[in-house]
């Protein structure tokens, strides 16, 4: 593990998330955008743990795990602006991100729905004897969904080494999960016979410690407890909605799992980090822009 | 001398020799590694080829199917057995919205070979949830290829065609077809997606039948002929792509079209054949189309021979459009496959 890899990609998450939302108001993004601003450190955490030969599967909130994989900035961003460079080529915007060279599996825009396809794809590779990790990236929404059960059932009787993390930032959409759930979210997988712990999602190292953990005895499951700053979809705050409340909010403001990496290292070091991922922003950004958008001969590209 | 298979066995043929070729292959669904081996047609695979490729499931379609996407997206090739197409509708969330999805939404980074089994049909009062024909649901979904052969010998080369494809197959197949025989050469060979068969000839009108409506078609051809009327007979065998070229090119000539499927008419298989004839021929024919009766399918043997359509109706149908005569409704004609059926199955 090391501090300056988890902050540099904690760091690089969100600056990109508020540029993301920055230049939203221009409509250049003309599609919907699910920002991870608040949780960046289960995805960082995680992926500290995880080998790049490993694979993950993740959800339409997923620039954070994309980029914390190693998914390509630049073609994220010109997927976000809809340019023919961008890693789905312009036809799966923020919530169809894909970089497989990575282990970046595309991600979904229903709820539960990769949970299953990570089983699978982690029992094709032990059947093919293949040395990976793959791990179902999911939010607390979709421990609501019958699939999450049928996918802990079979991961369970199979013993199929998938990792499961359940990013809980403790609403889906606007639901809040005690209103959705009548024990805690890791009844569910211990109910199935998977182990499961819970851990703090706004500290990067303890996601790392669970999920390195958990990867050694896998089918594991983590819950990491984390919170979305902004709304649901889109870049703006939503305390004045009715459905929460500032005050709820202020305890994980103190908690910024940026911060909380920050803190640990010293002012120079962070500041030559910074002004590295400010340039790369800068770049990519400039390349979404000035890259071509698909010629019409696209539309018809990749059916079959 | 011609080598004859029933359809069940064409259908285990072809994914035996598939699966000795390609040890990326493997079948997983409920029952297949059993006593009754899904109806036979995965007798034998389980000895074969080990519980690692043939394996039995909980009843978790919808997760299942997750699981054999996520197999194929890890470059391995599922068949995936479901013995009741009903079953299918718990999987429309991973077929819709990801089986058909994956390969276009990811801008091409990724393909998914995956192959579904689903058995359709009537026999032997299986009623509303255990008989439904839903393939024009999935005819509807661009990125879902959809085949539902009639013969044993389309049925080996259909199978081995949808097994070889890099993206996703739903293959239909009818309980009413298990047990015809016909000829099946020995060799593996592939069948083209998109390519109907002219299965006999005639100038009169055009018949075309989908799945087992194939064989009420070629009996009502036979009905016909004893009133003088040479019925074209078409097997579309692959529903999507559809070889509407074909059956176009036989409208063109008898300007007369029937249409038989084993399942609704409204957005069905029957309304898109006419539909996609009419836009080629620009009108100048006249079409009927024959399904099951717009309600669930009952249990009865006496409102089920009502509820389906048989070589009676479609005679009697193909004859009115022929000559404008209504009233003509030939004599029972023998459908064996269905009277002598026996369950429980």
Same mark, same amino acid.
């Given at each position: 593990m090391d501090i300056r890899r988890l902050y540099r990609s904690a760091y690089r998450i969100r600056r990109v998330e508020e540029e993301v939302a920055r230049v939203y108001p221009t409509d250049k993004v003309k599609s919907p955008v699910h920002l991870s601003i608040g949780q960046e450190a289960v995805s960082v955490g995680l992926c500290e743990a995880l080998r790049p030969t490993d694979t993950v599967f993740g959800t339409y909130r997923g620039h954070a795990l994309y980029l914390a994989k190693g998914g390509d900035l630049k073609r994220m961003m010109a997927e976000l602006y809809g340019k023919a460079t961008g890693c789905s080529k312009g036809k799966g915007g923020s919530m169809h991100l894909v970089d497989t060279a990575a282990g970046m599996m595309g991600t979904s825009a229903i709820v539960g729905m990769a949970v299953p396809q990570a089983v699978g794809y982690a029992m094709a590779c032990a059947m093919r004897k293949r040395d990976v990790l793959t791990v179902a990236v999911f939010g607390d929404?979709?421990? *609501?969904?019958g699939v999450l059960g049928e996918s802990l059932n079979f991961a369970a009787l199979k013993k199929v080494p998938v990792l499961f993390v359940c990013e809980n930032n403790l609403y889906a959409v606007h639901s809040r999960v005690e209103a959705r759930h009548a024990? *805690?979210?890791c009844a569910i997988p211990r109910a199935y016979g998977i182990p499961a712990r819970s851990v703090d999602g706004s500290d990067a190292v303890a996601v790392y410690k669970a999920c390195r953990r958990a990867a050694a005895s896998a089918p594991s499951f983590v819950e990491c407890r984390t919170y979305r700053w902004r709304e649901h979809v889109g870049p703006n705050e939503d305390y004045d909605k009715g459905y929460r409340t500032r005050r709820e909010a202020r305890p994980w403001f103190k908690r910024d799992p940026v911060q909380l990496l920050a803190r640990r290292l010293d002012a120079g070091v962070r500041e030559g980090l910074e002004r590295e991922v400010e340039a790369e922003i800068a770049e990519a950004f400039r390349f979404a822009e000035e890259s071509p958008f698909p010629g019409p001969q696209e539309l018809l590209t990749d059916a079959y | 001398m011609e080598r004859l298979l029933t359809y069940t066995e064409a259908v285990r043929e072809a994914l035996e020799v598939e699966m000795a070729r390609d040890p990326r292959i493997f079948v997983m669904g409920l029952g297949v590694d059993d006593f009754k081996a899904v109806n036979g047609t995965t007798a034998g695979l389980a000895q074969r080829f080990g519980p690692s490729r043939v394996f039995d499931v909980p009843l978790s379609e919808d997760a299942m199917t997750g699981v054999a996407i996520g197999a194929a997206l890890a470059g391995l090739r599922p068949v995936h057995v479901h013995i009741r197409m009903d079953f299918l509708l718990l999987a429309m969330n991973q077929l819709a919205n990801m089986a058909a999805k994956a390969r276009y939404m990811w801008g091409g980074s990724v393909s998914v070979p995956l192959v579904v089994r689903a058995i359709i049909g009537r026999g032997w009062g299986q009623g509303a949830q255990h008989s439904q024909a839903l393939h024009s649901l999935l005819m509807h979904i661009p990125g879902l290829r959809v085949v539902a052969p009639s013969t044993p010998h389309d049925a080996k080369g259909m199978l081995i065609a949808s097994i070889r494809e890099d993206n996703p197959v739903v293959f239909v197949e009818h309980r009413m077809l298990a047990d015809l025989k016909g000829p099946v050469p020995q060799k593996p060979y592939a069948l083209p997606f998109g390519r109907a068969t002219v299965v006999e000839e005639g100038g009169d009108l055009t018949l075309v039948g989908v799945s087992h409506m194939l064989q009420e078609c070629l009996r009502a051809a036979a009905l016909l002929r004893t009133k003088g009327l040479s019925a074209e007979v078409i097997d579309p065998v692959s529903l999507s792509p559809l070889d509407a070229e074909t059956i176009a090119r036989s409208v063109r000539k008898t300007k007369r079209l029937v249409v038989a499927d084993c399942a609704w008419t409204a957005c069905g298989a029957g309304s898109e054949i006419l539909a996609s004839t009419a836009e080629r021929l620009g009108g100048g024919f006249k079409a009927r189309r024959l399904g099951l009766a717009p309600v669930a399918c009952p249990t009865t043997r006496v409102l089920e021979d009502l509820f389906y359509p048989n070589s009676r109706t479609i005679a009697s149908a193909a004859y009115a459009l022929a000559t404008g005569d209504e009233s003509w409704r030939p004599e029972a004609g023998d459908a064996p496959e269905i009277s002598q059926f026996k369950g429980p199955c």
């Amino acid at each position: 593990m090391d501090i300056r890899r988890l902050y540099r990609s904690a760091y690089r998450i969100r600056r990109v998330e508020e540029e993301v939302a920055r230049v939203y108001p221009t409509d250049k993004v003309k599609s919907p955008v699910h920002l991870s601003i608040g949780q960046e450190a289960v995805s960082v955490g995680l992926c500290e743990a995880l080998r790049p030969t490993d694979t993950v599967f993740g959800t339409y909130r997923g620039h954070a795990l994309y980029l914390a994989k190693g998914g390509d900035l630049k073609r994220m961003m010109a997927e976000l602006y809809g340019k023919a460079t961008g890693c789905s080529k312009g036809k799966g915007g923020s919530m169809h991100l894909v970089d497989t060279a990575a282990g970046m599996m595309g991600t979904s825009a229903i709820v539960g729905m990769a949970v299953p396809q990570a089983v699978g794809y982690a029992m094709a590779c032990a059947m093919r004897k293949r040395d990976v990790l793959t791990v179902a990236v999911f939010g607390d929404g979709a421990m *609501d969904e019958g699939v999450l059960g049928e996918s802990l059932n079979f991961a369970a009787l199979k013993k199929v080494p998938v990792l499961f993390v359940c990013e809980n930032n403790l609403y889906a959409v606007h639901s809040r999960v005690e209103a959705r759930h009548a024990k *805690d979210l890791c009844a569910i997988p211990r109910a199935y016979g998977i182990p499961a712990r819970s851990v703090d999602g706004s500290d990067a190292v303890a996601v790392y410690k669970a999920c390195r953990r958990a990867a050694a005895s896998a089918p594991s499951f983590v819950e990491c407890r984390t919170y979305r700053w902004r709304e649901h979809v889109g870049p703006n705050e939503d305390y004045d909605k009715g459905y929460r409340t500032r005050r709820e909010a202020r305890p994980w403001f103190k908690r910024d799992p940026v911060q909380l990496l920050a803190r640990r290292l010293d002012a120079g070091v962070r500041e030559g980090l910074e002004r590295e991922v400010e340039a790369e922003i800068a770049e990519a950004f400039r390349f979404a822009e000035e890259s071509p958008f698909p010629g019409p001969q696209e539309l018809l590209t990749d059916a079959y | 001398m011609e080598r004859l298979l029933t359809y069940t066995e064409a259908v285990r043929e072809a994914l035996e020799v598939e699966m000795a070729r390609d040890p990326r292959i493997f079948v997983m669904g409920l029952g297949v590694d059993d006593f009754k081996a899904v109806n036979g047609t995965t007798a034998g695979l389980a000895q074969r080829f080990g519980p690692s490729r043939v394996f039995d499931v909980p009843l978790s379609e919808d997760a299942m199917t997750g699981v054999a996407i996520g197999a194929a997206l890890a470059g391995l090739r599922p068949v995936h057995v479901h013995i009741r197409m009903d079953f299918l509708l718990l999987a429309m969330n991973q077929l819709a919205n990801m089986a058909a999805k994956a390969r276009y939404m990811w801008g091409g980074s990724v393909s998914v070979p995956l192959v579904v089994r689903a058995i359709i049909g009537r026999g032997w009062g299986q009623g509303a949830q255990h008989s439904q024909a839903l393939h024009s649901l999935l005819m509807h979904i661009p990125g879902l290829r959809v085949v539902a052969p009639s013969t044993p010998h389309d049925a080996k080369g259909m199978l081995i065609a949808s097994i070889r494809e890099d993206n996703p197959v739903v293959f239909v197949e009818h309980r009413m077809l298990a047990d015809l025989k016909g000829p099946v050469p020995q060799k593996p060979y592939a069948l083209p997606f998109g390519r109907a068969t002219v299965v006999e000839e005639g100038g009169d009108l055009t018949l075309v039948g989908v799945s087992h409506m194939l064989q009420e078609c070629l009996r009502a051809a036979a009905l016909l002929r004893t009133k003088g009327l040479s019925a074209e007979v078409i097997d579309p065998v692959s529903l999507s792509p559809l070889d509407a070229e074909t059956i176009a090119r036989s409208v063109r000539k008898t300007k007369r079209l029937v249409v038989a499927d084993c399942a609704w008419t409204a957005c069905g298989a029957g309304s898109e054949i006419l539909a996609s004839t009419a836009e080629r021929l620009g009108g100048g024919f006249k079409a009927r189309r024959l399904g099951l009766a717009p309600v669930a399918c009952p249990t009865t043997r006496v409102l089920e021979d009502l509820f389906y359509p048989n070589s009676r109706t479609i005679a009697s149908a193909a004859y009115a459009l022929a000559t404008g005569d209504e009233s003509w409704r030939p004599e029972a004609g023998d459908a064996p496959e269905i009277s002598q059926f026996k369950g429980p199955c």
